[in-house]
Structure formats: structure tokens, C-alpha cells
């Protein structure tokens, strides 16, 4: 079966479209980077391909050790030839500072990657909530883009150079009702959980940065995914260095659990079914949200009986692999299997 083929002639005579209620989001422009260039000599050129190639590696993969990696370190070195288009962007015309932004192949990082051994994270990514509470001398305040609107630029491109989806909380009545400021202050977790769960997250990042009158701060991070916790200090430094470090301890532990070392040879198969499907435009929109994750090469439907669909996933990697990432989508409850021949099972939610 050609790729999206049946899908896409069933969508075309239904009309349908499936929006999908999910904990993930589809992060856009993983391939591409913006970066600060000095002039636009092919010297100069030359060295933005490289620090946006670099950008992209550590934004797919989750880890900045990734450019340590010997078959990426050569790709580096052969930036420019990598690129598929780029373009000009005056960034501060009082600067004069010159940005470019470049933008490389998919299928082909993704293939360096899989060549390099490293894992690849895929574009499907929970997001995170920010809570940070900064102490200055007007006292302790939330962060938003009221209160602290520079801070929250900074905060928000890191996020975006890191390809993690952020989300900032309303402050609004329902907050207030929930947590303060000296909740957040204390890291506390129980309070941080019950304030998010309006939010639909299962990841949040909590700070406290206490700004010194000197421009420097220091302060802790507290990084919740489940029932896991993980804490980070940073002591001294301005606050990009604070909020850099938030970031990263995000992306890392993010990555670490769904980032999935892809192989260049491909699978027999793996088999999956879902039960509950009752409507083509689930069908449909199941089939082309599987394939759209990029481990996956093409979601074959072997079978449709009822309500319950049968698929042989062409991937690459393996089922258990593959589940960390499916198990994203929320509208998919994973189950047990009392069939031997099924690697993967799920009922659908709709």
C-alpha cells in the first residue's frame, strides 16, 4: 500500500478531518534555526550553517553531547552543503545585527542521526508549565508578561531553541484559589500539581530566582514529570543563565525518556490494533496521526472487523519503543493483549 493513500481517499470523500485530544504537541521548525551572522560573505555563511546545523542536532536529539558524536562532528564540518534554503533577516536595524535563518532536509539529519547511533526525539513532545516565582525589591512575583515581559522573551526562546512546548499559567481567579507565590517559592509539589491539573499537563517546571542588586541571581529549579522529581540549583549568574539552566534540565530529562535510537534497516512489522473505532474519521485520522511520527514509515491496515482495526506498523524501532511515543496521544489507552500476535494494543477514546 502507498503511503496515505487509502487514508487520503477516504478523506477526500468524507470531508473529514480528526483533532486529536492529546498531551503532545507537534513541534514545528525542528529542522531549522535562526542564527546571528556577522556579514553575508560565504565565509560567514559558512559558519551559520554550522552553529544552526548545531542548533537542530541538539534540538532533535535532546542532549548537546550529541555534537561530541564523531559521524555528526563530520557532518558539522560540511554544514553548508546540508542546507536546503536560507535566508537574510535584520534582527535590530539600530544594531545593524544580521540574523539568518537556515533550514535543512528532515530526511536527511534524521538519517545522520540514525547513521550516528543517537537518539532522535521525536517532533511529538509533551508540554511543559512554567511556574517561577523571581524575588526583587518590589518581593516575590509570578513571571508573565506583565510582570516580568523580557524574562519571559528569554525564557520562551530558550524553549524554542530546545524544541520544548512551553505553557505559562493564566494567573487568573482559578490560580489564586489554587497556589501563591510563596507556594511556588517553596517548590512544593503537592501545591504545584493541584495548581496544573486544570492545565492538562503531565510535566511542569517550577523556579525561584532571587535577583541581587548587582544584576546576578541565584535560584533552584524543580522539574516534575509523574511521579518523578528531579532538582537543579544555580547559583550566580545572570538570570539567562537561570533561566538556560530550567530549560535544559527539561529538555535532558525529556529526551532521556522519549528520544528512541532509530535503525536504518526497517521492520517486518509491528502489529497493533485498536478497539473502539466506530467512525471513518477516526480511522482515518489514527492512520495519519501514526504515520506522522516520524519512526514510522507506513501504518498498513491488515484488517477492520467491527470496531476494532488491525494494523502492521513498517517502522524504525521496536513496539516498546514505539508505545513511549504513541502512548502521547491520550485518546489511545493502552491494553493488554490476549492475542500472541499482537505486539501493541489499544482502545481508542474518543
Known sequence: MLKHSLQ????????????FASEAVVVKDLYSAQVLVTDETPQALASGAREALSQVLVKISGSTA????????????RSRNLVQQYAYISRDVNSGELMARFEFDGAVVSNLIARSGVPLWTANRPAVLVWLVVEGPDGKQFLNSETLPAMVSL????????GVPARFPLYDLNDAALITADDVWRLDSSSLVAASQ??????????????????????????????????RSVRMGESAVFLHEGVSLVAEKMSSHYAVAPTTA?????????????????????????ESLE????????SIRGDTLR??????????QLA?????????????SSDASVQLNYRWKR
Open 266 to 290: 526497517r521492520s517486518k512489522g509491528i502489529k497493533v490494533q485498536v478497539t473502539g473505532v466506530s467512525q471513518y474519521g477516526d480511522y482515518t485520522g489514527i492512520v495519519s496521526w501514526l
Open 311 to 320: 494494523f502492521n506498523l513498517v517502522a524504525q524501532a521496536d513496539a516498546q
Open 8 to 19: 487520503s481517499i477516504v478523506l477526500l470523500l468524507l470531508g473529514l478531518t480528526l483533532s
Open 198 to 231: 486544570r492545565y492538562d499537563v503531565r510535566d511542569i517546571l517550577a523556579g525561584r530566582l532571587a535577583m541581587l542588586s548587582n544584576g546576578s541571581g541565584m535560584g533552584d529549579w524543580s522539574y516534575l514529570s509523574g511521579s518523578l522529581r528531579t532538582d
Open 295 to 302: 519512526l514510522i514509515d507506513y501504518a498498513n491496515v491488515e
Open 66 to 77: 550529541v555534537l561530541q558524536n564523531p559521524v555528526l562532528a563530520s557532518a558539522l564540518k
Open 155 to 162: 525564557i520562551s526562546a530558550e524553549f524554542a531553541r530546545r
Open 324 to 336: 513511549t511515543i504513541i502512548e502521547l496521544n491520550k485518546q489511545l489507552l493502552r491494553l493488554p
